[in-house]
RNA sequence: GCCGGAGUGGCGGAAUAGGCAGACGCGUUGGACUCAAAAUCCAGCGGGGAUCACACCCCGUGUCGGUUCGAAUCCGACCUCCGGCACCA
């Protein structure tokens, strides 16, 4: 860049040093609000924040999760971006080339919902919020390249959303079924398992009600059910907490899975069990209430009316919550048996609430001596238990056995396999069934497909057509996109607003040209999200929804910010469908997101002083623009970033914002009102000696530049903060005593100003333009380079060591930095306070640090 | 129950690789400036003891133990809190 040097005559006026503090007096005071919008105006003029996909230098791709556009943000929300923009900002300055995008995840229930409070089509209310959202992102000085801007509920976006789609289809990864599917009533659509909490929908917390539904689509994502999770092994740079919960989530584990004969009928019973070691002890059956055997097995028995009657008031606990584990088990016997596949002996089938259809095979082998649940309710129905694995040295009995033992040992009772260790059995056992074709060893998963489908307006048309005579019909590419029609009526009844469109519903088979309906469904806007990163790279492009060659060089994105919410459905997703992607070709990497960080939420004491997450509806939102007017963007940004570590939650502080106001205005009185001893050519002044007073100010600009640059690289945020504070409050009290008159002073005071606003920079960007233009110099500091510390200069002259005696701290040295340690050994024995603790003792042993301590070790 | 994370002054937090615990900020106390206030600047503030005051001594990073010359940091057991999963077979 080019540097303006400043005339030397300006250096001169600096003969009112000694009113240095009637100058600060006077100075102009730190006006943020006319500073910020003038910067904000140079910037996009200038178009600081684009960057191409041809940049020679070497990218880095910065991402945070695009938002929903709801219009205000409050300090909450601003957090991460501040975060991202600052590691933009940093890494620019270091050279590279950072595209830093944002875009509008417009599409979905909040903004429909909101929408309708607001009596107002969603594509406006949309457009509102997004302009809304823009113009607080621009004052809060994010350096976000507009250019790439992506809004999910745009037709140029969602045609490919519908393309992936598609995609999907045509490889088989995407079916339609009838399936008991999570409804929510007050959302009036039905959910994915990702998106409830427990039985509760996650976005308005009202339990949902298993429901049949026909016409549901599903991606399959199980099929990649391996994949996501050995994967989760390669990403070094992911936060444990978020690896767990994917690996929770996709809860693999291993067994064997088998089949049983049924006694009196031509119906068999599959059932899945991790514990094949304990298939001797089965004393009985247990279906789920909601297997279909229940029914067909006691059809025409007396069994069948208690168990009908049985089975309904399962199914009405279900709604209430029979996934609670302390929920009372019940059962029924069916009045059937089944054989026993190694013993043949017969097995009463019993239906109990305590089964869930929902995994593996809504079928159980009970195995009461080895299983807590099936203890219990052998010992409430007077059910058998036969142990069959037995710790050295123990002596189970079935009768007396207090509680089920669910530990190792050696097989008991299990025939050929007494004798052996459990797990050589389960191995045995496995092999045995598998011979005999009995069973198959098999891995379970508890991740299930995901279900796409939304009766709601608000989304993305799923692209498919039904048509009488050629079934489901998938649209032609080339038809893509299938608008989603502005003139739709869009309150939600339970059935898609789109199915009472005429115009939208009839339409021509695309195979047969017969009349034919539109699928009415739209899709959940995770699939929207699911590929949005992709799209910033080729925003524009209208044949593909991206050029692959700019995605392979762009991707996989190099640091991914946002809220840890996410952990599972969103970043699930979207590693799903990168490996689909990847799969059929469309990109080279396998994996969406390099480096994952999940920031912390803000905090703020409610009406009622609980501590709760910042939220509108919560009425302790503090909003972003109340804190720009009366502090300024600047203040806002370093307070986020002060208040704590970026991982954690922090409480909101009205006193803490105003202390960062307080910091910056200081830096602003210490740099603006002292302009007048400010020296562009300070580099000619420092050949010199310096006096101490000087060298300590440079060490400390040295120091500062070192532990800035490395704190924001780890996102320690707080401290690099703190570090520029100490080197403003070095800096106040160093203006006060300089001499004016003297060059080294006033060069060694500019090398530290200058420095300073660069590295406040990221944080404070337009106070930080401002003053660089104010000392001569070309904005924008973005511009400018990183500085590199200078580590002569940065390190200390003298240390001090610390003298303990057996490990207590007795005495302090100061000693010139390198000093031979064992000299300063010598010393240390020497000092008053060290003799009177050696007294009488003798020396064992002497441990030294370098430049630290010596520890003195008598006994 | 299983998995992940965290416990440090009045408060937020710092201590990057095992070496001075408490940086920086908030709050608070005292002082300077002022007719006064605000703003600003300077100084003190973990607990206990000792002292006219210093010097100095003891305790102290959730609890208990261990490793080590030396532990907020490593190991073991436990307690509490936060998050995820959960009658998951």
Redesign the pocket.
């Known amino acids: 860049m080019c540097r303006v040097v400043r005339h030397r005559s300006r250096y001169r006026k600096s003969r009112y040093r000694t009113q240095a503090?009637g100058v600060?007096?006077v100075a102009e005071s730190y006006s943020f609000a006319s500073i910020e919008p003038k910067w904000q105006q140079y910037w996009a003029q200038n178009k600081l924040f684009e960057v191409p996909n041809d940049s020679p230098a070497d990218k880095y791709y910065l991402l945070v999760m695009f938002p929903y556009p709801s219009g205000k943000a409050h300090m909450g929300h601003v957090r991460n971006y501040i975060i991202a923009d600052v590691m933009a900002r940093h890494r620019t300055m270091n050279g590279y080339a950072v595209v830093q995008p944002m875009g509008w995840d417009a599409f979905g229930l909040p903004a429909e919902n909101a929408a309708i409070q607001n009596q107002i089509h969603p594509s406006e209310w949309t457009e509102q919020c997004v302009e809304e959202m823009k113009q607080q992102f621009d004052a809060l000085g994010i350096s976000y390249d507009w250019t790439r801007e992506v809004n999910a509920s745009e037709p140029d976006y969602y045609k490919w959303t519908q393309w992936l789609f598609l995609q999907m289809y045509h490889n088989g990864l995407a079916y339609t079924g009838e399936a008991t599917v999570n409804w929510c009533p007050s959302c009036a659509t039905v959910l994915a398992?990702?998106e409830?909490?427990?039985t509760t929908c996650e976005r308005c917390g009202s339990e949902v009600e298993p429901r049949q539904v026909p016409g549901q689509w599903f991606f399959k994502i199980t099929d990649f059910a391996d994949d996501l999770l050995d994967d989760l092994a390669t990403l070094d740079d992911w936060?444990?907490?978020?690896?767990?919960?994917?690996?929770?989530?996709i809860?693999r584990?291993e067994?064997v899975r088998f089949s049983l004969d049924i006694e009196d009928s031509d119906h068999q019973m599959e059932?899945?069990?991790?514990?094949?070691d304990t298939i001797y002890g089965v004393t009985f059956m247990?279906l789920?209430p909601e297997h279909p055997l229940v029914a067909e097995l006691t059809e025409g028995t007396e069994y069948e009316e208690p168990v009908r009657e049985f089975v309904r008031k399962a199914m009405r606990e279900d709604e209430i919550s029979?996934?609670?584990?302390?929920?009372?088990?019940?059962g029924i016997f069916t009045g059937v048996h089944a054989i026993h596949p190694l013993t043949g002996q017969r097995i009463p089938i019993w239906v109990?609430?305590?089964?869930?259809?929902?995994?593996?095979?809504?079928?159980?082998?009970?195995?009461p001596a080895h299983?807590?649940?099936?203890f219990?309710f052998a010992r409430k129905y007077g059910l058998p238990v036969v142990p069959v694995i037995q710790p050295e040295g123990e002596s189970f009995h079935g009768d007396t056995m207090a509680e089920a033992y669910e530990g190792e040992g050696l097989q008991i009772n299990s025939d050929r396999f007494d004798g052996l260790h459990c797990t050589d059995a389960a191995g045995q056992l496995a092999d045995h069934m598998e011979e005999q074709s009995i069973g198959s060893r098999a891995v379970?998963?508890?991740l299930l497909d995901w279900l796409i489908s939304r009766q709601r307006y608000w989304g993305a048309p799923i692209p498919m057509v039904h048509c009488d005579s050629c079934g489901t019909v998938p649209v032609p590419f080339e038809d893509l996109p299938v608008l989603l029609p502005t003139d739709a009526e869009f309150k939600p009844t339970g059935e898609s607003p789109l199915a009472r469109n005429e115009d939208f519903v009839n339409t021509v088979c695309p195979s047969c040209g017969g009349p034919a309906k539109r699928e009415t469904d739209t899709m959940t806007t995770y699939v929207c999200s699911s590929w949005y990163y992709l799209r910033y790279i080729n925003p524009h492009e209208d044949d593909q929804p991206f050029v692959k060659s700019d995605v392979d060089h762009w991707l996989p994105v190099d640091h991914y910010i946002g809220g840890?919410?996410h952990?599972?459905r969103h970043l699930l997703y979207a590693r799903f469908v990168t490996k689909v992607l990847h799969k059929l070709g469309y990109v080279d990497f396998t994996e969406p997101f390099a480096r994952l960080f999940t920031q912390g939420m803000i905090c703020a004491r409610t009406a009622d002083g609980r501590l709760e997450k910042m939220s509108k509806s919560k009425g302790n939102a503090v909003p972003a623009d109340k804190i720009i007017a009366q502090y300024g963007a600047d203040t806002a940004r370093t307070y986020v970033l002060?208040?704590?570590?970026p991982?954690?939650?922090?409480?909101w502080?009205d006193?803490?914002v105003?202390?960062?106001?307080?910091?910056l205005?200081?830096v602003w009185?210490?740099v603006a009102g002292n302009l007048q001893h400010h020296d562009a050519a300070w580099r000619d002044h420092l050949g010199g000696d310096l006096v101490d007073e000087q060298r300590a100010i440079r060490r400390k600009t040295h120091q500062t530049i070192?532990?800035v640059g490395?704190?924001i690289e780890?996102m320690?945020f707080?401290?690099a903060?703190?570090?520029?504070?100490?080197l403003?409050?070095d800096l106040?009290?160093y203006a006060?005593k300089m001499s004016g008159d003297n060059p080294t002073d006033c060069a060694v005071f500019s090398e530290a100003i200058e420095h300073l606003t660069i590295l406040i920079s990221p944080f404070a960007p337009h106070l930080a333009d401002e003053l660089w233009e104010r000392m001569g110099y070309q904005p924008s500091l973005l511009q400018t380079t990183w500085p590199e510390a200078d580590e002569e200069l940065a390190a200390e002259e003298q240390?001090?060591i610390?003298v303990?005696v057996?490990?207590?701290?007795?005495?302090?040295l100061t000693v010139p930095a390198g000093s031979d340690m064992e000299q300063v050994a010598e010393m240390a024995k020497q000092t008053?306070?060290v003799q009177?603790?050696l007294e009488g003792k003798s020396v064992?042993?002497i441990?030294t640090?370098p430049d630290?301590?010596v520890?003195i070790?008598v006994s």
């Not at 936060?239 to 989530?249: D, E, F, G, I, K």
């Not at 002060?642 to 570590?645: D, E, I, L, R, S």
């Not at 105003?658 to 910091?663: L, M, N, P, V």
């Open positions: 503090r600060l007096k398992n990702e409830l909490d427990g936060p444990a907490s978020v690896l767990a919960q994917q690996t929770n989530w809860g584990s067994g059932v899945f069990t991790t514990r094949i247990v789920a029979r996934t609670a584990a302390d929920t009372e088990k019940h109990a609430n305590y089964v869930m259809m929902g995994y593996g095979t809504g079928a159980i082998m009970a195995v299983d807590g649940r099936d219990e379970n998963y508890r840890v919410e952990a599972v002060f208040v704590g570590p991982e954690q939650e922090v409480e502080s006193e803490g105003a202390g960062i106001f307080r910091f205005s200081r009185r210490v070192r532990k490395d704190d780890r320690h707080n401290t903060v703190s570090a520029c504070m100490e403003t409050n106040v009290a006060g240390v001090t610390v303990q057996n490990g207590k701290v007795r005495d302090r008053e306070q009177k603790h064992r042993k441990i640090v630290t301590l520890n070790v």
